[in-house]
């Protein structure tokens, strides 16, 4: 089965620093990735996805880059802010038509951004 | 449009009692997933499930956890003769009517401790 491997486990920067979080998967049938942000007592949040027939998604201060021959995929938080701090997690998914859409996940990574 | 909804919030059971977690899919989903949180770690599948029918169980423990779907009312996740080890936040998440439908929405999540 799929495993998914996420570093690092906790990372602190300084408000307007960039944050990248890295991931690694060993199944090359998996083809849906996505990042999921996870508050304090709450449940995770999409924060964005990539699909395995691009190698770079961007949403305003949120980017993912995929690389399919080295399996790895990793999030990029450019100027962050407080309310960045969160746990974040990777997932990735083969999304075949008998498995649904079951993700496996990271094991999260625990983001501080200090004011 | 309500999110996925799960209730109990939290839930406190002494060892030997059964737990019930219920989760009701965003509306127009018919595809239903539970994960397991334990605390500081990620999140792991458990089961997945459509109405009337367990797609795959393959993250659930053999004994002592069962999962459904009726066609009529919420998904329940059953644990019978809970023990301290199963303390740990319940996730359930759902997606459309698509066997492959990309983002899995999730619930806030059900805290079961066990005493």
């Known amino acids: 089965g799929e495993n998914v491997e996420q570093h690092p486990s906790t990372l602190s920067v300084q408000e307007g620093d960039s944050a990248v979080i890295k991931c690694t998967y060993s199944?090359?049938?998996?083809?849906?990735f996505p990042w999921y942000k996870q508050e304090l007592g709450k449940g995770p949040q999409l924060i964005i996805d990539i699909r395995s027939n691009v190698g770079e998604k961007k949403d305003q201060r949120i980017a993912v880059t995929l690389n399919k021959t080295a399996k790895h995929f990793s999030l990029h938080i450019t100027e962050t802010q407080p309310e960045d701090s969160a746990v974040y997690f990777c997932?990735?998914?083969?999304?075949?038509?008998?498995?649904?859409?079951?993700?496996?996940f990271g094991g999260g990574t625990r983001l501080m951004v200090k004011p | 449009n309500a999110g996925v909804m799960q209730n109990p919030r939290h839930l406190v059971r002494r060892r030997g009692q059964e737990a019930r977690l219920r989760c009701s899919p965003m509306k127009g989903h018919s595809h239903v997933y539970w994960y397991r949180q334990l605390p500081e770690e990620g999140l792991k599948f458990m089961v997945y499930?459509?109405?009337?029918?367990?797609?795959?169980e393959s993250g659930m423990p053999k004994e002592r956890f069962s999962a459904e779907f009726p066609k009529e009312g919420p998904s329940i996740l059953r644990i019978q003769q809970v023990v301290r080890g199963d303390s740990a936040a319940y996730f359930c998440?759902?997606?459309?009517?698509?066997?492959?439908?990309?983002?899995?929405?999730f619930g806030e999540g059900s805290r079961l401790t066990v005493l």
């Open positions: 997932a990735a998914s083969s999304g075949n038509n008998n498995a649904g859409n079951m993700l496996t």
């Open positions: 998440a759902s997606s459309p009517d698509r066997a492959f439908a990309g983002e899995l929405f």
């Open positions: 499930l459509q109405k009337e029918n367990i797609i795959d």
């Open positions: 199944d090359s049938a998996s083809n849906y």
